[in-house]
């Protein structure tokens, strides 16, 4: 049987209510503030007022930064975008974890699930076995999946902000594409919160360099998101200038 395509508006409800689970596996087992420097982001619109799009931000004692955010109109556009980012504080080394999942104008939905490096992979051998190995199964699972289409990104530096083991693919707007995000994506954060559990304290001296590297990468790649330049055509600069910064912290109200 041939699968049936979804609408729009179905696949954007369930990949949104995927985030949903994820954040309510987080938000029960960390303590997590929101930030009152995005509090006017929790509805935004385009400037004709066809995209709409809402943002929060939490931090807490283990989480430094947390997005939880969507922009498009289901109702309207096949483009959609989502995402839930959690980077973590300095106290420990453990990847941050990026899940960013959309629509693209031809309808194919788009997922990406990571685990983002906090150390040098091609030199911290140790790191890189702990990690990333443990996902390359996945990897090479999901490269054979006939349903799934790799997507390479145009952007030399988007290409270089992913690891080894980045998870980013197109497929129909099926219920078996939903189904394999929505498993992978439980899976990576189960796999990650393990981590977290078992995870050795960074020292203190450490920790700062820990922290400026953190802030340095999740300013760059938010600075540097090719979309933008979209975004800005949509939002125009001024708006477009504070979702950028609130993706990075640049107007946050708590530090811990």
Sequence with gaps: MIPTNLDNKTVFEQLWN??????QKLESRFQLNPD??????QQ?????GNIKGSLSAFSGTEIDWLVHSWLGNPEK??????????WLAPHIDVPHLA?????LPNADILFYIDYIPRTELLTDLAYLDRYYEPVNQ???KLQDDARLKPFISKSVYVRLFQSPVSLCYTGAPT???LEIISTIAHETLERWLSWIDTAAPITEDLRNTLANRDLLLRRTAAERDPGNKFAAQLFGTQLTDKLVRSLWGGDRKISH
Excluded: H
């Excluded at 899940?99 to 629509?103: D, L, N, S, Y």
């Design 36 to 41: 009152p420097s995005v509090a006017d982001l």
């Design 44 to 48: 935004y619109s385009s400037l004709d």
């Design 99 to 103: 899940f960013e999942f959309g629509t």
């Design 138 to 140: 996945t990897f090479l």
């Design 77 to 86: 556009s096949n483009f959609s975008t989502m995402r839930l980012t959690i």
């Design 175 to 177: 219920s078996d594409t």
């Design 18 to 23: 995927i985030t949903k689970e994820l954040r």
